[in-house]
């Protein structure tokens, strides 16, 4: 069982940074791969970033490669996500998941954050 908590959300304007923080309980964390997603009410979840208990395992979505970047410190059972050159397009509910095993883009993360708002101005 692991249970995750997100902050750092907030209003920023476009062209902005933020960076996301996912604390995780439990002391098999390293085990498990993390992922950020997103959701804008009315739409699916979708994918933004993974990094899996490996480091050869990182992947982004199309939409924020460049411009975000997920880390994890697995001593502070935690996960990042920094966002650089924030768009209004970005804005959405950013939920962190995490999995037992590798890392996936799919929405298949046995475990999940409440949220947090991301909202960015033009």
């Known amino acids: 069982q692991i249970q995750l908590v997100e902050s750092g959300g907030g209003l920023v304007q476009a062209g902005g940074s933020l960076r996301l923080s996912c604390a995780a309980s439990?002391?098999?964390?390293?085990?498990?791969?993390m992922a950020w997603f997103r959701q804008v009410p009315g739409k699916e979840r979708e994918f933004v970033a993974a990094?899996?208990?490996?480091?050869?395992?990182?992947y982004y979505a199309d939409s924020v490669k460049g411009r975000f970047t997920i880390s994890r410190d697995n001593a502070k059972n935690s996960v990042y996500l920094q966002m650089n050159s924030l768009k209004p397009e970005d804005t959405a509910i950013y939920y962190c998941?995490?999995?037992?095993?590798?890392?996936?883009?799919?929405?298949?993360?046995?475990?999940w954050g409440q949220g947090t708002q991301v909202t960015v101005s033009s």
């Open positions: 998941a995490a999995k037992y095993g590798s890392a996936t883009m799919l929405v298949a993360y046995d475990y």
């Open positions: 439990g002391r098999t964390f390293s085990s498990y791969s």
């Open positions: 990094r899996g208990w490996s480091a050869s395992q990182i």
